[in-house]
C-alpha cells in the first residue's frame, strides 16, 4: 500500500507538472508572436534613425571642413559589456550560453561588465566570483521608463557598449549575439546626397540628441531581441518538459494497473481460498 501512495502522489506531481508547462508554453508563444512584429517595426525605425543622423552629421563635418574633434560631447576611452541575462529561470542553457560569450569577451578585451538581470548576477557571483560588475534589474517583460533611463545614463558616456544577448533564429534554434549599441551612425550611401542643414540651436546640441536617442534605441532592441529568444526557448524547453511528464505518467499509469491488479486478484484469492478450506 505504501508503493500504491508514493504512486499516486507521484501522478499527481506529474499531472501539475504538465499543467505548468503548458501554460508557460502558451504563454511564451503568445508573448513570441507579439514581440516578433514589435522587433521587425522597431528595425526599421532605428535604420532610419540612424541614416539621418549620419547625413545630419556629415552635413556638420563638410561645413566644419572634417574637424572630428569639435563634433558632439567627449566620451570615456572605454568599453563596456552589457550581459542581457533574466529574473526567472526555464530558460533552458540560454543564459549560460550567453554569459559565456561575454566571459571570452572579457578575457581578451578589456572593458567593464553591466549585468541585467537577478539570474546573471547569481551565476556570475557563483561561477565568477572575482568578477566586478554593476548591476541593474530590469523588468522581464515590461521594464518602466526610469530602469531602463538608469541603464542608459549610466552606459551612455562609454565609448563602445557591446551588448551580448539571445538572437532569435528559428523557434528551435536560438544564438548568442554581440551586437555594437553604441552611437557610431551608418554611413549613408555613396550616391545619396548630403544636404545642407540649418542646426538649432547648435549642431553640437542636435547632433548629441541624436546620438542619446540612438543609444536608447538600439538598447531597446537588444532588450526585445533577448526576450524573442528567451520566449522561443522557454516554449521549446517547456515543450520537452511536458513531453517528458506525458511518459512519466504513462509509466506511473502502467505500473499503477499492475499494482492495483494484484490488489484485486489477492482479494479474490482472500475469498476463494477460505471457501475452499470452509468446504
Known amino acids: 500500500m505504501a508503493n500504491f501512495r508514493k504512486i499516486k502522489e ?3 506531481a506529474v499531472s501539475a507538472i504538465g499543467v505548468i508547462t ?3 508554453r502558451e504563454v511564451s508563444q503568445k508573448e513570441m508572436n507579439d514581440i516578433r512584429g514589435r522587433a521587425l517595426k522597431n528595425r526599421d525605425f532605428i535604420e532610419e534613425l540612424s541614416r539621418m543622423c549620419s547625413i545630419a552629421k556629415k552635413s556638420y563635418l563638410a561645413e566644419k571642413e572634417g574637424k572630428d574633434e569639435e563634433v558632439v560631447a567627449q566620451k ?3 568599453t563596456v559589456s552589457v550581459f542581457f541575462s533574466a529574473n526567472s529561470r526555464f530558460y533552458g542553457s540560454l543564459i549560460l550560453d550567453v554569459w559565456r560569450s561575454v566571459f571570452a569577451f572579457l578575457k581578451n578585451k578589456e572593458s567593464d561588465l553591466v549585468i541585467i538581470g537577478e539570474v546573471g548576477k547569481n551565476l556570475v557571483e557563483k561561477s565568477n ?3 566586478k560588475f554593476s548591476y541593474f534589474n530590469l523588468d522581464d517583460e515590461n521594464p518602466t521608463e526610469e530602469e531602463l533611463k538608469k541603464v542608459i545614463d549610466f552606459i551612455k558616456n562609454y565609448d563602445t557598449i557591446i551588448a551580448f544577448h539571445g538572437r532569435f533564429k528559428t523557434i528551435l534554434s536560438q544564438e548568442v549575439g554581440a ?6 551612425a551608418k554611413n549613408p550611401k555613396d550616391d545619396e546626397s548630403i544636404p545642407s542643414y540649418l542646426f538649432e540651436p547648435s549642431p553640437e546640441a542636435v547632433l548629441e540628441f541624436f546620438e542619446k536617442e540612438l543609444i536608447a534605441a538600439f538598447f ?3 532588450f526585445l531581441e533577448h526576450r ?3 520566449h522561443a526557448t522557454r516554449m521549446v524547453a517547456m515543450h520537452r518538459a511536458g513531453e517528458n511528464a506525458k511518459e512519466r ?3 506511473l499509469e502502467s505500473t499503477w494497473n499492475k499494482i492495483n491488479k494484484r490488489i484485486v486478484d489477492k482479494k479474490q484469492l482472500e475469498i476463494v481460498i477460505p471457501y475452499h478450506l470452509w468446504k
Open 10 to 12: 507521484k501522478l499527481k
Open 22 to 24: 503548458a501554460t508557460y
Open 76 to 78: 570615456k576611452e572605454k
Open 129 to 131: 566570483p572575482d568578477t
Open 179 to 184: 551586437t555594437n549599441i553604441s552611437a557610431e
Open 220 to 222: 531597446n532592441q537588444a
Open 228 to 230: 524573442l529568444s528567451r
Open 249 to 251: 505518467r504513462k509509466k
